[in-house]
C-alpha cells in the first residue's frame, strides 16, 4: 500500500508551451535512414532512429510499450534518447522528455555544441522539454516527495503528452523522480514504477524509454530491480577495454517478442549523428585479435 499522499502544483511548461508557426523541417540527414523500414513495420514497431539497430530489433520497439536503457555516466544515455525523440518528430511522432537531473536549458545548449540545435521541432511543437525536478523543487526540499500520490505525477505526465498528442516519452533518469534516497522509501518507488508504468501504458499511444544510471562496476540494471522486469526492452550501454582499445558496447539484454537473442555491438557517438552501431561485439573481437597476433 502507497503512503497518504497530496497533490502536487500544476507543472510550468517552460519549453514548447505555446504555439507557432510550422517551420521548414530541419534536414537532420543522418537520422533520416532506411525510411523503407520504417514504413514496414509501422504498426507494430516505433523505429529508433539508430542506424542498425532496427535492423537488429526486426522494426525497432514495441508500440506503447517501456524500454530501459542503462548505463554509467557518460555512457551515451541521453544522446540514444533524443536520437529516439528526433527520429520520431521526423517521422510525424511527437515525442516528450521529461528531465530530471540536468535542467533543460542546460540539456539543449549541449545538444546544440553536439550538432542538434533542436529549436524548430520544439517551436513546431514536435518536441516538449519538461523540467520536472525544477517543478517540485519545493517538494525535495521539504522531504516531502514520498507523500505525493503517484497518480498526480502520472496525471501531470500524460497531461504534458496530450498538449502535443506525444507518441514517444522519455523519462531520464527514472531513479530520482520516485526516490527520496532513504532506504524505506525503495518499496515505494518500486510500487510507484508499477503503476506509473501500467498507466503509461494503458494509454496505447506512448512509445517510452526509461533511462537507469549503473553505478560504475555494478552488476544491477537500475536502481530498484523492478525496472527491468516493467520493461519490454532492456539496453545496457558501457564502455570495454579490448585487447588494448577501449570501445563503447550496446548490449541487447532483452527484448520482448523481438527475433533476436542477447547481443552485444561496439558503437560509436559522433556529432551531429547519434549513436551509429559499427559491428557485432563477437566479429570485432575476431578482427582485431588477428591483428594483434
Given amino acids: 500500500m502507497l503512503p497518504q499522499q497530496e497533490s502536487a502544483p500544476p507543472l510550468n511548461y517552460a519549453y514548447g508551451d505555446v504555439a507557432a508557426p510550422e517551420p521548414p523541417t530541419p534536414s537532420y540527414p543522418a ?57 520520431g518528430a521526423l517521422i510525424g511522432e511527437p515525442g516528450l522528455y521529461i528531465a530530471i537531473d540536468e535542467p533543460t536549458n542546460q540539456l539543449l545548449r549541449g545538444l546544440r555544441l553536439f550538432g542538434w540545435d533542436l529549436g524548430d521541432l520544439i517551436s513546431s511543437r514536435r518536441l516538449m522539454f519538461l523540467d520536472m525536478r525544477t517543478h517540485f523543487s519545493k517538494i525535495y526540499l521539504r522531504d516531502e516527495r514520498k507523500h505525493i500520490e503517484p497518480r498526480y505525477i ?30 524505506e522509501d525503495v518499496l515505494y518507488a518500486r510500487e510507484f514504477l508499477r503503476e506509473m508504468v501500467f498507466a503509461i501504458e494503458k494509454t496505447g499511444e506512448l512509445t517510452t524509454i526509461m533511462t537507469s544510471e549503473i553505478p560504475t562496476g555494478s ?12 520493461a519490454s526492452g532492456i539496453i545496457v550501454l558501457g564502455i ?25 555491438y561496439i558503437f560509436d557517438i559522433v556529432s551531429g549523428r547519434g549513436i551509429v552501431i559499427r559491428e557485432p561485439l563477437s566479429e570485432y573481437i575476431k578482427r582485431v585479435s588477428r591483428g594483434s597476433r
Fill in 31 to 87: 537520422l533520416r535512414y532506411q525510411q523503407g523500414l520504417a514504413l514496414q513495420s509501422t504498426d507494430l514497431f516505433a523505429p529508433t532512429g539508430i542506424p542498425g539497430l532496427d535492423e537488429i530489433l526486426g522494426g525497432g520497439f514495441l508500440r506503447g510499450k517501456t524500454y530501459l536503457v542503462a548505463g554509467e555516466a557518460g555512457c551515451g544515455k541521453t544522446i540514444f534518447s533524443i536520437q529516439f525523440l528526433i527520429h
Fill in 154 to 183: 502520472i496525471e501531470q505526465i500524460l497531461a504534458a503528452a496530450r498538449k502535443i498528442n506525444a507518441k514517444r516519452l522519455v523519462i531520464d533518469p527514472i531513479a530520482p523522480l520516485v526516490y527520496g534516497g532513504k532506504e
Fill in 219 to 230: 552488476s544491477k540494471l537500475s536502481r530498484f530491480g523492478v525496472e527491468e522486469f516493467l
Fill in 240 to 264: 570495454e577495454e579490448i585487447y588494448g582499445n577501449v570501445e563503447r558496447v550496446m548490449y541487447i539484454r532483452k527484448a520482448r517478442w523481438a527475433p533476436v537473442k542477447p547481443s552485444k
